[in-house]
């Protein structure tokens, strides 16, 4: 743990330097300005914020309360910034940009967006997607307040999706059940098996997205021209509570409907209580259950359907 943790502390300051780098922060003056970039981060919060005190933006920024003191006063003497008293407590001073202060900051606005621009301008719309996905991901397991509710969305998939569910199913479950290569083993075949002879009028995958980083997936294949079977049904660890896995599963039993199908089936484990909470909400119920030794010890398949008959 100690070695691993070490590899991920010199991981993230090596990336870091790269990125201060990308974004010129180690210039004297950040973007061709006269500001630091401590104080272009002031103007941008006080043009984007309804006049905040000086301890709120301290706060918002994590700054030392007596440095942003000394910036908020040169900025009043070069005449960007203006005081007056809160109308619901006298005693509170708020905060704003003058409208020389809003000039001064416009186009220092301007030029981070272009620099933005111009870092993504190399990228095809997949990878920007992936990018600003990964971000979202650091803002959210940092906690950061600004990241928002993640959008979840489903999406057909695309190439490299496939290898994706093989390898995720794989590293997932052999992390949480130790299930290791037999598993992953039979993924591939079903993923292989459904790429080579999907019926595109009856057979559909689907991907999950959470604020734009692929969470899960699953499958409706044919199992007789009556009965479609659900497969392969997989959500992240880090996308649990989100309910993912409802979306995925009432999707397939929305397109099992309109395919006319009269059943939906699936196979299962006992010991995956959260995968059978879903389909138990969802209207499944366990039809069967035998031993299985396949991925382990000890293990109890289960088969689940729906009638969609009635």
């Known amino acids: 743990m100690g070695a691993g943790r070490e590899a991920r502390v010199d991981a993230m300051r090596r990336f870091n330097r790269f990125y201060t780098r990308q974004i010129g922060v180690l210039h004297e003056g950040l ?18 914020r309804k006049s905040p005190t000086a301890m709120e933006l301290a706060a918002q920024l994590g700054l030392d309360r007596g440095y942003l003191s000394r910036i908020l006063a040169r900025f009043r003497g070069q005449g960007l910034v203006a005081r007056h008293p809160s109308p619901a407590d006298g005693r509170r001073e708020l905060l704003r940009l003058t409208a020389r202060g809003r000039r001064t900051f416009a186009p220092l606005d301007r030029r981070a967006r272009a620099q933005v621009r111009a870092l993504l301008s190399p990228l095809a719309a997949p ?37 994706w569910v093989i390898e995720r199913h794989g590293a997932v479950y052999d992390l949480e059940w ?46 007789s021209r009556t009965v479609a079977k659900l497969r392969l049904l997989l959500v992240e660890p880090s996308a649990r509570g989100h309910g993912v896995g409802q979306r995925l599963v009432a999707e397939c039993v929305r397109f099992a409907r309109r395919a006319g199908y009269r059943k939906v089936v699936l196979w299962t484990q006992s010991i995956l209580d959260p995968a059978r909470h879903i389909y138990d909400k969802a209207g499944f119920r366990r039809r069967g259950q035998e031993p299985n030794t396949e991925f382990g010890k000890g293990l109890t398949s289960e088969t689940w359907e729906m009638d969609l008959s009635s």
């Open 127 to 163: 990878e920007e997607e992936r990018l600003v996905a990964s971000m979202r991901a650091i803002e959210r397991v940092l906690g950061g307040e600004d990241a928002g509710p993640a959008e979840l969305r489903l999406r057909a998939p695309r190439p490299g999706d496939m290898g």
């Open 178 to 223: 130790g299930w290791g290569t037999p598993f992953e083993a039979l993924v591939a075949e079903i993923v292989a098996r459904f790429m080579k002879s999907q019926d595109r009028a009856r057979e559909r995958a689907w991907i999950a997205e959470l604020g734009g980083e692929r969470v899960g997936s699953v499958f409706l294949v044919a199992k």
């Open 31 to 48: 973007l061709r300005s006269p500001f630091s970039l401590a104080e272009a981060r002031v103007l941008y919060e006080l043009a984007h």
